[in-house]
């Protein structure tokens, strides 16, 4: 499952302990479309991960805090604290080996 992340809720779901994939979208972009059927399978594959969108037109805060400056970009959580950061679209492997850094 993927949840839709906003401002005011991105400091909530970065508490858990589990591994926490934000992925910072906007509707407009082909790529992040592109994107999130990729998102949507590494969900159902990896139920221990926490996976979340953010849109970077309604959730300027977020987006500015993290210097979100192309989209789509991916950022890593593990313990509230950013582990990796990429650009573009990344794959199901890519991501697998990302998470498990």
């Known amino acids: 499952m993927v949840l839709e992340v906003t401002d005011s809720t ?7 302990d589990k591994v926490v994939i934000i992925d910072f979208w906007a509707e407009w972009c082909r790529p992040c479309r592109m ?5 949507e399978a590494f969900s159902n594959d990896n139920p221990d991960v ?3 969108k953010v849109n970077v037109d309604e959730n300027n805060e977020v987006s500015s805090k993290y210097g979100i400056r192309s989209i789509p970009t991916t950022i890593i959580f593990k313990n509230g604290k950013v582990v990796s950061r ?16």
Do not use: F
């Open 50 to 52: 926490v996976i979340g």
């Open 10 to 16: 991105l400091e909530e779901v970065l508490k858990t």
């Open 35 to 39: 994107y999130g059927p990729i998102l």
């Open 86 to 101: 990429t650009a573009g679209i990344v794959q199901k492997d890519k991501l697998s080996e990302l998470v498990n850094v």
